[in-house]
């Protein structure tokens, strides 16, 4: 979990080759559902019928069942209670931290993040870090900053928090051992 633009999908897919484990984007998924762009039902339904969607795929997503998942949840995901607490119980949750000026660099450009075309982007990821932030360290079990590492490294701060709490071979065979970062 995390705000937009913190690199959600990025190091989720590498944790799940990490891991052995399949990977899924809950948006991706999302979008196959609707049949468009989350921009454009955004546009045409409002936030309120999405958020129902995103519930009712996290709710699907997450129930118990099959390989081992890496899950990347939208931004917005961690708004409802209940995909708080199906998170927290049924999954580890890792949150991705980042500041509001390291996303807007990042994002400053974004045409596709329906809450960020507004005059003032800065100024709304200010207000989404402050909303969201309380609610992310509440559902989360690990946080990582990403604000310097790599995509690698941050792979592997989360590889080294799972093996800490003893939670690598509970994921399955496949994961791969932690290595060292690739020099650049
Ligand atoms: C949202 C974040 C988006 C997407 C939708 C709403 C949000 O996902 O679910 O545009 O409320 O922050 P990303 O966090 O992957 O950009």
């Known amino acids: 979990m995390g705000l937009p633009g913190g690199g959600k999908s990025t190091v989720g897919r590498q944790l799940a080759r990490r891991l052995g484990a399949r990977f899924l984007d809950a948006d991706a998924v999302l979008e196959e559902r609707i049949g468009m762009p989350i921009r454009a039902y955004f546009e045409q339904h409002g936030e309120a019928a999405f958020r129902d969607i995103e519930e009712s795929v996290i709710e699907e997503l997450t ?6 998942l890496v899950l990347a949840t939208g931004g917005g995901a961690v708004l409802r209670p209940a995909n708080r607490a199906r998170l927290h119980e049924r999954s580890t949750v890792i949150y991705l931290r980042s500041s509001p000026d390291e996303l807007y660099r990042r994002l400053r450009h974004d045409t596709q993040r329906p809450l960020l075309q507004v005059a003032d982007p800065l100024a709304k990821l ?5 909303q969201r932030h309380p609610l992310y360290d509440e559902v989360a079990h690990y946080r990582v900053d990403t604000g310097r590492p790599s995509v690698a490294t941050l792979v592997n701060m989360i590889m080294m928090q799972l093996d800490m ?3 690598l071979p509970a994921l399955g065979q ?6 060292p970062d690739p020099v650049p």
Not at 63 to 68: D, L, T
Not at 126 to 130: D, H, K, N, S
Not at 174 to 179: E, L, N, V
């Open 174 to 179: 496949g994961a791969a051992p932690i290595s």
């Open 126 to 130: 200010r207000e989404l870090y402050e």
């Open 165 to 167: 709490a003893g939670l």
């Open 63 to 68: 129930r118990e069942g099959g390989s081992p």
